[in-house]
């Protein structure tokens, strides 16, 4: 599976951005699989931010981005979104998508360091 984010850029506190996340070479994707985005702030560790469950659509997100960042997907394009609005200069990381098979959205999110695949992360940067 090769996942490929895009999307990410310069933004100042208050605005909004959508990340992209396209899957390929995958084959069909198991209702079982969970995709989420995740994301590094510099001198931190890798964290999870939101995800979905693939086959259901159930989504999680963590506490620090509910009610601000929305994730989606469009099945037939095998593609991922990440909706950021009311950004904070706290959001500032490098974004990554990533893939777990054989777990739930809400087991993914505990998992960061057993993720079966990740994309080439994405830059963030909010001003304030």
């Known amino acids: 599976v090769q996942l490929q984010a895009s999307g990410g850029g310069l933004v100042q506190a208050g605005g909004s951005l959508r990340l992209s996340c396209v899957a390929s070479?995958?084959?069909?994707?198991?209702?079982?699989?969970?995709r989420g985005w995740f994301r590094q702030a510099p001198g931190k560790d890798r964290e999870f931010v939101a995800g979905l469950n693939w086959g259901g659509g159930n989504r999680y997100y963590a506490d620090s981005v509910k009610d601000r960042f929305t994730i989606s997907r469009d099945s037939a394009k095998n593609t991922m979104y990440l909706q950021m609005n009311n950004l904070t200069p706290e959001d500032t990381a490098v974004y990554y998508c990533g893939e777990k098979r054989g777990a739930s959205v809400r087991a993914m999110s505990t998992m960061v360091k057993y993720i079966d695949y990740w994309g080439k992360g994405t830059l963030v940067t909010v001003s304030s």
């Open positions: 070479g995958s084959g069909r994707t198991f209702s079982s699989t969970s």
